[in-house]
């Protein structure tokens, strides 16, 4: 059977990886604005709740954008 399973196989594979790389990359500046945001001054503890908080709140909303795209017409 090998790898090519239909055509386009392999270029779908490239973009998959692209895309993972990208999102990737966007992870790593969202953390670095994150400890902006929150300061990084502050004590461990303190530091960790914040970013649960943070957390949450990009949870929160990527579940809202999922259910109001659901929502969408068509």
């Excluded at 239909?6 to 790389?21: E, N, R, S």
């Excluded at 966007?26 to 990084?40: D, F, Y």
């Excluded at 530091?47 to 969408?72: G, N, P, T």
Aim: aromatic share 6%; proline share 5%.
């Amino acid at each position: 059977m090998g790898l090519t399973v239909f055509p386009g196989f392999w270029p779908m594979v490239a973009a998959v990886a692209a895309l993972g790389f990208g999102g990737a990359l966007c992870e790593v500046a969202q953390h670095s604005l994150a400890l902006h945001i929150i300061g990084s001054d502050a004590d461990p503890a303190t530091l960790d709740a914040r970013f649960s908080a943070l957390r949450l709140i990009e949870r929160v909303s990527a579940i809202l954008k999922q259910i109001e795209v659901m929502r969408l017409p068509g």
